[in-house]
């Protein structure tokens, strides 16, 4: 019996779970070749996407059978061009779902390839809100805006806090907003939602990196911490039984970002450079070389975290009042 949580893909074609069998029986080499976000499982045999985006009990990129390592998933697409690579990464993603739109360039270029439904969420007249109505009306997409409570962002640290492998400030408030999201997702029939979620590493979104000494050493470890941060995202999503689809994460579009040199990416105070120049051709040129603010802030969710903290006696340590829900 095969399983198989995600999507799987091959050469371009995604595969459906009765396309998986059929390939099986001819042995299970294929599999090496597989792109997508999934975990699998077939007879005693598991595997799981090259990357890790799907959480599973086996290390990212591997195939295991028997209970031992068997092999590895490396994917291994066709060279091509930064925006055909966003734009098939997208389509490959786009049968189902729907597109978390912040109003940055990340998210706004895959909601214009995708053409799904939209979902922005935030407190009420937050960055991310208005700047997602902007995007949502400049793209011609239909948009549901979700606004964030307080009563929300209490019920999300309550339930994130205990599933995520790293509980601090930013990550906490990173995850209570995905927790938002992903439930009204769910609570409306949504199982995949695409986000632009992996652009900051590849291309060099982060304001630090404007001052960084050794960018090129900078991205690739944030890249490698990108793992960290799906395991997060994913536990939340989960939760509502959701998964957070990511077309910046494709073999085909990191392929291509990193034959682009560290300099190129963030170069005269501009972040993002080769992934703007990409979506200025697709997009308005306001949503293109739009900076908007880390989710944690733009939502709004990091403010109410801080005035709750301070509101149940913690006013000088947010990290404080975090802990005392581990403690519960």
């Known amino acids: 019996m095969i399983s198989l949580h995600g999507w799987v893909e091959l050469d371009g074609t995604v595969l ?49 059978c028997k209970g031992e390592p ?67 009306d400049l793209l011609g997409l239909s948009c549901e ?40 997702a769910g ?9 632009g979620q992996g652009a900051d590493e590849l291309f060099g979104g982060y304001a630090r990196y404007l001052e960084s000494e050794n960018l090129e050493n900078e991205l690739e470890k944030d890249f490698e911490g990108l793992k960290l941060q799906a395991q997060r995202d994913q536990s939340v999503a989960a939760l509502h039984g959701t998964y957070l689809s990511m077309p910046f994460l494709d073999a085909r579009v990191v ?16 972040r993002k450079l080769p992934l703007r120049t990409v979506a200025a051709r697709h997009i308005p040129a306001e949503l293109a070389w739009h900076d908007k603010k880390a989710m944690q802030y733009g939502s709004g969710v990091w403010k109410i975290i801080r005035e709750l903290a301070r509101h149940n006696g913690y006013k000088r340590s947010v990290q404080g009042y975090i802990n005392q829900f581990e403690l519960a």
């Open 145 to 184: 805006f979700v606004t964030i409570t307080r009563h929300d962002v209490e019920e999300g640290l309550m339930a994130v806090i205990p599933i995520i492998p790293k509980v601090n400030p930013v990550e906490v408030a990173i995850a209570v907003t995905q927790y938002c999201i992903t439930k009204w």
């Open 16 to 64: 459906s779970v009765e396309d998986i069998g059929s390939l099986l029986k001819k042995g299970t080499a294929v599999v090496n070749r597989f792109g997508g976000e999934f975990l699998l499982s077939w007879d005693t045999c598991m595997a799981r996407d090259h990357l890790g985006i799907m959480p599973g009990p086996i290390p990212p990129g591997t195939i295991w």
């Open 255 to 270: 392929r291509a970002a990193r034959l682009i040199p560290a300099s190129g990416k963030v170069t005269g105070g501009v």
């Open 70 to 136: 068997a092999g590895e998933i490396i994917p291994a697409p066709p060279l091509m061009e930064l925006g055909d690579a966003i734009a098939e990464a997208v389509r490959l993603r786009a049968g189902t779902g729907i597109t978390a739109l912040s109003g940055g360039v990340d998210s706004c270029l895959v909601a214009f390839f995708a053409g799904l439904p939209c979902l922005t969420a935030g407190t009420e007249d937050s960055h991310d809100i208005t700047r997602g109505r902007r995007a949502a």
């Open 187 to 195: 609570e409306h029939g949504y199982e995949r939602i695409l986000t």
